[in-house]
Each structure stands twice: as C-alpha cells, then as structure tokens.
C-alpha cells in the first residue's frame, strides 16, 4: 500500500494537483534530465511523484557521520500524526521571528511545523541564526508521510557536510553575508532595480536582507513549490537567481506605474516589495519566473563563493561572529556613510552615499576615509601614491576646472604598481568601475560584466553541475586578498584590452585601457584626458581635455589591503 505523503495538505486549496495520479519516474540516472524536469514542473502536478523525487534528492546528500533520523524523532516526541497546538511548541529563537507560511497545509498542521523546528533546535544547538527554516519545514511537510518523515529531511538539509555546497544559512554571519553577496549581485545584474532601490530607500541593504524570505516565504506556495524543485537538485545559488528575478519584475512593475521616485523609509519599500511578492501571481507565473531566474547569467559558483568569503571577512572585522545570536542588533551591517562626519570639497553626503550605494557591499560597511587631496597635499604624483598605498580599495574624485565631477573606484592597492618597474603595466580587477556625476550619475563597470561573450567559455553558464573554470587559480577556501571577485585570471578574455583596469609610474597613472583611457592624469595632478576605452565601454568622462581643479582619494576604514 502506497504511502499517504498528502496528509498535512488542505487539499481544497491545491488546484489540479493531483493526490492519487501513480508516481511516474521518481529515478533519474542522467543528471541533465533530472534537471531539466525540475526546471520545466515536471512534478507539479502529481503529489506523491514529487514527494518521492524529493526524498530520493535528499538521501543521496552527503551528511554528517551522525544525522538525525525519523527514529530519533519519534523517540522525542512520540507519535509524529498526533495534533499539535502550536504554543506547546515555541518557536526557536534562532528562526528571527519568521512566522510558519500556510502553503496550503491544514490549519492544525502548523502545529506540527512547530514541533519539528523544536526538536531540530534540540538536536542542531550549534544553529544561531536561520530564518529559512520555518518555510523550508513547511514546504517539506507537503511531502512528507508523517512529522519524523519531514524532520529526517530537514535534518538532512542542515548536516550536507559536500565540499563546496550549503542548503541552508545556520549563522548570522553567514546569513548577513548573503545578505550582502545578494546587494553585489544585484549591481551586477539589475542595474535599473538597484538604481531604483537608491533613488527610493534609505538603507539599501536593509532593503536586500529580506532577499531569502521573498523567495522562501513570500512567494505563493504554486511558486515556492517550483523553487524547491530546482533548489534541491541546484542548490543555494537557485535562491540567488529567483531572488534577482523578483526584483527585476518588481522594478518592472514600478516603472509601469509610472510612480516617482521619492526617498522613503525603508521599511515602507520593503513593505511593498513583500505586497509584489505575495500577490505575483497576478502579473507572473511560476514558469515565467524560473525563465527570467535562469536567463541571467552568472558568475561561476567558485566566484560567488569567493565573495561570501570576502564578505565573512568584512563581517568580521567588523566584530560579527559564528555565534553571533540573531537577537544581537545589526548596527554593524548598516552602511557607514555618515552625513555628519563626511566633508568633501567635491561631492555631497547624498551624493557620496550614492556612489557608496555602488560599492561592493564588504567594503560599503566602512567609513570613508580622506587619504589624499590636491587642496592639503599638492599637485604631486609621489604625494598622491605616498599617502594611497597601503590602501585597498580605492576611490577617486575629481572637479574640473569647469565644474564637471567624474570618478573611479579601484580595487586595488596602488603599491601593485611597483610590480613592473618603470614599465606602466596595467593590474586590478572587474570590481573597478567608472562614473560621473553630471549632467546625471552614471557608472561605468566592466565590460565583461554586461558582455560576458568576450570571455571564451572560461566558465559553464551551467556550472552548478560541471564546477568552476580551470582558470581559476586560488582554491574558494583562500579568502586571503580583498579583491578576488572578478580577477580577470578566473576568465578566458578574448583579448587584454579587456581587463586594462589601472595602472601608474613617475609620469601618469591611467585608469581604464584599449584603444584608449578612460582617465589619464599627468605627474603634476594637473591636467587630464578622458576617452573611450575597451575594458569599461565608457563616453567620456567631462570634457576630453580638462584641467584638475580638485581630486581627492577616500580610503574605506577598517578595510587596509592585506
């Protein structure tokens, strides 16, 4: 007799999903397949051939040598079928207040996701901070024969010990650094949203920490189903892709209303992201929603690990740690620009907390920083360098004579420079960019990052499955340099003008090459050219001859290269 894998579900809620359909295939032994029938739904509509896919998906995870079973819940609690009042079974402190979304489960089977999250508490005390849990339990639960069924998945989830892959956040660290590689991603890849969630909040990141619970959460269950689908066959970075493809229909929406852009609090956007999310359904379907998550193209895997890592890092130098309880206030993961102990000649605070808003997220966490300007320090190349090196990153403004404000932020150290002798050699990294102020903010990134064409395959679109690019030298274990997301060594360029980021001697410094510079500064800090070039895809900058009136270098306190 076949298993009922239904019983916690308020079936008058589930549509055309079938509860009786036979499973069909449940054994995938080709990986590309097993793919692409959970990309496609191929399981949406028949119950119990879901559920039995998802528990072949969960006990082919590698796990800790001891892992929670189904037995050792029913040796807690008892019989796992019985009726649960949810106030018997308090929610742990590590979830973070994150309610248990109906989903379409009983009202009496909330109780049940309670005492599941309470025992997982019991048996995972190293768990300080995971508030996916609630809805990643609730989910399973559908799928689930009885509560120790679904807390032998849960447990799974939590103790995958696979080299290289995670399931779920259990630290605040790791939360908030997701949180942070998130805000990265969306620079990269949904300018127009980020540029929207600047001209509209007033704490960006504040905004992106609730990126998991739009998709773990918030998305109707028709949605969050189809998630979990990809999900366990893909892993983590598929809660990346959903979540940039929610905000790119979210901006989407935005500008169809034709709403204008006025600054409000923060909680007000968050608050009408989440109302987007919960009612998607009326403008987007689970199948349009995986297609746009899975036409963006990403980074590598090893890439994206690279800058967690980075990002960890910055956390803790900021005094965040593994054991961090997620009760702990969050002043220090907000960004640090301070319109009271910010003074440039050249921009204002909100102008300054704009291009912060640009800023890889580990390094938006520090305060700005004078190094060197031409009003205090004088027109002088050794000056200029002298007081620059050691730091890592970088940010450049320059005033023309004319009024004209243009910029660029550097990722690396300008002691690099040294490496080539008297030869101008070019180094840095695609975290460079480009902007100007006037007649509108503009930047100007990478060229790779809006063509990744010009990089020959040195990475798989696909690389969930075939792993990261031969090209990449450092193991994702080795966060040891403050700049390793975008090396132009992890890519396969199709040619070197493509990665001339910055470079320096006795007589210039350049930023940005190919068949051109973007910025070019004579020894003197006097005069300057702008010009097309290849590695940013930039205009001019200001007027392509112009003179220096003022340039300032800012450093990012707590944030000194390595």
């Given amino acids: 007799m076949a298993v009922d894998c239904g019983v916690f579900v308020d079936w008058s809620q589930m549509g055309d999903v079938s509860r009786d359909a036979a499973p069909g295939k449940i054994e995938y032994k080709d990986l590309k397949e097993l793919k692409q029938h959970a990309r496609s739904g191929q399981w949406a509509k028949n119950h119990s051939q879901r559920s039995a896919v998802y528990q072949q998906l969960l ?169 979990m689908d990809v999900y366990l066959v893909e892993g983590y970075k598929v809660l990346y892709r959903v979540a940039l493809a929610i905000l790119k229909f979210y901006r989407k929406q935005c500008a169809a209303a034709g709403s204008a852009l006025t600054k409000q609090d923060s909680a007000a956007v968050r608050s009408d992201i989440q109302a987007f999310v919960q009612n998607i359904g009326k403008s987007v379907t689970p199948d349009k929603l995986l297609e746009k998550a899975f036409s963006i193209r990403l980074f590598s895997r090893k890439e994206i690990t690279l800058l967690q890592l980075a990002n960890e ?70 000056r200029f360098y002298s007081h620059c090196e050691g730091y890592e990153p970088t940010l450049m403004l ?56 010009l990089a020959n395959a040195a990475q798989s679109t696909d690389d969930e499955q075939t792993g990261a690019p031969q090209s990449l030298e450092k193991p994702a274990t080795d966060p040891s340099h403050l700049s390793p997301f975008l090396s132009a060594r992890h890519f396969n360029l199709n040619s070197r003008n493509t990665s001339m980021f910055m470079a320096g001697n006795v007589d210039s410094i350049i930023i940005g090459g190919g068949e051109g510079n973007a910025l070019y500064i004579d020894s003197e800090l006097n005069h300057g050219r702008t010009e097309r070039c290849l590695t940013f895809d930039n205009p001019p900058l200001c007027a392509e001859s112009f003179q220096i009136a003022l340039l300032e270098v800012w450093g990012f306190k707590d944030a000194m290269a390595s």
């Fill in 59 to 227: 006990k082919a995870l590698p796990c800790r040598t001891v892992t929670p079973d189904a037995a050792v819940y029913r040796d807690i609690v008892g019989n796992s079928n019985s009726k649960r009042n949810p106030s018997a079974y308090p929610l742990p402190e590590f979830v973070d207040g994150t309610a248990v979304p109906c989903y379409c489960l009983k009202a009496e089977s909330v109780g049940s996701v309670h005492a599941v999250l309470s025992s997982i508490a019991g048996q995972f005390p190293d768990i300080s901070h995971c508030p996916s849990l609630p809805p990643v339990t609730a989910l399973l639960l559908h799928w689930s024969a009885d509560e120790a069924q679904c807390f032998e998945s849960v447990s799974r989830m939590l103790a995958c010990n696979e080299p290289g892959r995670r399931l779920l956040d259990q630290t605040f660290l790791a939360y908030q650094s997701a949180c942070m590689t998130f805000g990265d991603l969306v620079h990269k890849y949904c300018p127009a949203a980020h540029k929207l969630m600047v001209a509209t909040a007033t704490d960006v990141l504040e905004v992106y920490s609730d990126w998991q619970r739009w998709v773990l959460g918030d998305l109707p269950f028709s949605f969050a189903a189809r998630v």
């Fill in 398 to 453: 320059i005033r023309t004579t004319d009024g004209e404000v243009c910029g660029a932020f550097l990722s690396t150290d300008w002691e690099e420079r040294k490496r080539g002798g008297n030869k101008l050699s070019f180094f840095g990294t695609g975290e460079c960019f480009l902007f100007r102020m006037k007649p509108e903010m503009e930047r100007y990134e990478w060229v790779v990052i809006k063509h990744p064409e």
């Fill in 313 to 382: 890092k910055s956390l803790q130098q900021k005094g965040i740690t593994v054991k961090q309880k997620s009760s702990i206030k969050r002043q220090n993961v907000q960004l640090a620009v301070n319109a009271d102990n910010f003074s440039s000649e050249i921009v204002s605070a909100k102008e300054i907390r704009d291009i912060w808003s640009w800023i890889p997220e580990r390094f938006a966490l520090c305060q700005p920083q004078l190094l060197f300007t031409t009003s205090t320090h004088g027109c002088s190349l050794n």
